[in-house]
């Protein structure tokens, strides 16, 4: 079964694969309507699952069109539509759905229902965000900053702010895409210790940019922090707004990335997010093709 639950968890390989195959499919569609069927029909026949227990703008559309363009069908699910919210477990509603889809993609809180997910399920389960990573957005991400910039192999890519689950996914892609990261945030957001190994913490953001081919921020409270929590995050957060004296600091030619949604002139401002070295929209959409090349790769299609 091929999942695609992280990105320590898929062999370097097949990643670099995944990002040719997306550019690839990217480049053959140019041009057409967006609900066009790419002429081979790679999904025809396949019954896809959006799972959301959260909210999600660009994961949900952008699977949901990514299935129809390869000539598959989807169903959306709420987390608060199925019995997994009244108690079935998890790995029962896996076992229960894999009898009636090809593919799950899951969006959840904790961790461990993503894995129960994938231990259960008898299709591939794909991760569209859990409190801990997300890690298609880091391939999209690593997609359009080659598209933009070239090979990430070897960059500096710095992240300011919160050392989040978006965070966590860009550590696990910078050993696998052997580019160097550097965390910039204040103590108490360090990532989490698991991590540790993977990217140095420079605690001074100008200092921290120096040199830096990739600038990326996220929200400072994401969806699992409680909102109780939002003052002292923002207190603890402000000093690393990527603002355009940050911009400033890092290479020329820097990028800069935010998986969104943003608040606006809180993590970055507005001019930064869209100013000339900004690319947020063409990460956002990445997504789709990047998507499209992970279902197909555990579909094996
Ligand atoms: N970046 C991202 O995953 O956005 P959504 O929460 O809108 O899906
Ligand atoms: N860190 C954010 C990312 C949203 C796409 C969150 O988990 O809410």
Not at 64 to 83: A, F, K, Y
Not at 90 to 98: E, F, G, N, P, Q
Request: aromatic share 6%; charged share 20%.
């Amino acid at each position: 079964m091929t999942h695609f639950l992280d990105i320590d968890q898929t062999p370097q390989s097949q990643l670099r694969h995944i990002i040719s195959h997306a550019q690839e499919m990217k480049t053959a569609r140019a041009g057409q309507p967006k609900g066009a069927i790419d002429h081979d029909r790679p999904l025809a026949g396949h019954m896809v699952a959006l799972i959301f227990e959260k909210p999600s703008t660009r994961t949900r559309v952008s699977f949901d069109v990514g299935v129809r363009q390869m000539g598959g069908e989807t169903m959306v699910i709420s987390g608060t539509d199925m019995q997994l919210g009244h108690g079935e477990t998890i790995a029962d509603t896996a076992r229960v759905l894999s009898r009636y889809v090809d593919l799950i993609m899951i969006r959840t809180f904790e961790e461990q229902t993503l894995l129960d997910m994938a231990e259960y399920a008898t299709v591939p389960v794909i991760n569209g965000l859990t409190n801990r990573t997300h890690p298609c957005q880091i391939m999209a991400d690593i997609m359009t900053f080659e598209e933009h910039n070239g090979p990430i192999a070897g960059k500096k890519v710095v992240w300011s702010g919160d050392g989040n689950n978006v965070f966590a996914s860009f550590a696990h892609a910078a050993k696998q895409f052997d580019f160097d990261l550097v965390f910039t945030g204040p103590e108490p957001l360090d990532p989490e210790p698991d991590l540790k190994g993977l990217y140095t913490t420079v605690r001074d953001p100008m200092q921290a940019v120096q040199g830096a081919d990739l600038i990326v921020t996220d929200t400072w409270v994401s969806m699992h922090d409680p909102q109780s929590a939002r003052e002292r995050r923002h207190n603890q957060l402000r000093g690393y707004q990527v603002n355009d004296a940050l911009m400033a600091g890092a290479n020329p030619d820097a990028l800069f990335m935010h998986c969104l949604p943003a608040h606006r002139d809180d993590e970055a401002t507005s001019s930064v997010m869209d100013g000339p070295q900004s690319v947020i929209f063409d990460e956002a959409e990445n997504r789709l093709h990047v998507q499209k090349a992970i279902m197909r790769h555990c579909l094996g299609v």
